[in-house]
């Protein structure tokens, strides 16, 4: 059998169903239910899911359709700025994930790890 983080699998048709495979896979690894948070067209502060654990830990994520049909390839600054919209996010964060359909990347990897190093020495959540 393959192990699943050696697998290929296709890319959601569009980004709904996308975030529809966020939301699934989020709820599997933590074993509690995610939900979308709000709607499309309403201000999500840089959080397009949110998983509450039962110790009231809120896992926030932001589904990124970057890549093959989607678009534009992830970078860098996209990191920052979802990061930064989360500012305005009016619960507590515990740990923030940015998912995305685009190629593991080093240079996005080190990058949420500054970010993380940062956060971590404020007080704040980290960035996966």
Same mark, same amino acid.
């Given at each position: ?31 509690? /239910?995610? @939900?979308? &948070? #709000? ?9 397009? *899911?949110?998983?509450?654990?039962? =110790? ?9 359709? /970057?890549? @093959?049909? &989607? #678009? ?9 700025? *979802?990061?930064?919209?989360?500012? =305005? ?40």
């Amino acid at each position: 059998m393959t192990a699943p983080n050696s697998a290929s699998y296709p890319i959601p048709a569009d980004w709904q169903n996308f975030e529809r495979l966020c939301i699934t896979l989020m709820s599997e690894i933590y074993g509690y /239910k995610f @939900q979308a &948070y #709000g709607r499309s067209g309403q201000r999500q502060n840089g959080v397009d *899911a949110l998983g509450i654990l039962p =110790n009231g830990d809120v896992i926030a994520v932001q589904c990124k359709g /970057k890549d @093959q049909g &989607y #678009g534009s390839r992830l970078k860098p600054k996209d990191i920052h700025t *979802a990061v930064k919209e989360t500012k =305005n996010f009016k619960n507590r964060i515990a740990h923030f994930y940015i998912l995305s359909t685009c190629p593991n990347d080093v240079t996005l990897e080190d990058e949420a790890v500054q970010i993380t190093q940062s956060h971590l020495f404020q007080g704040r959540f980290p960035v996966t």
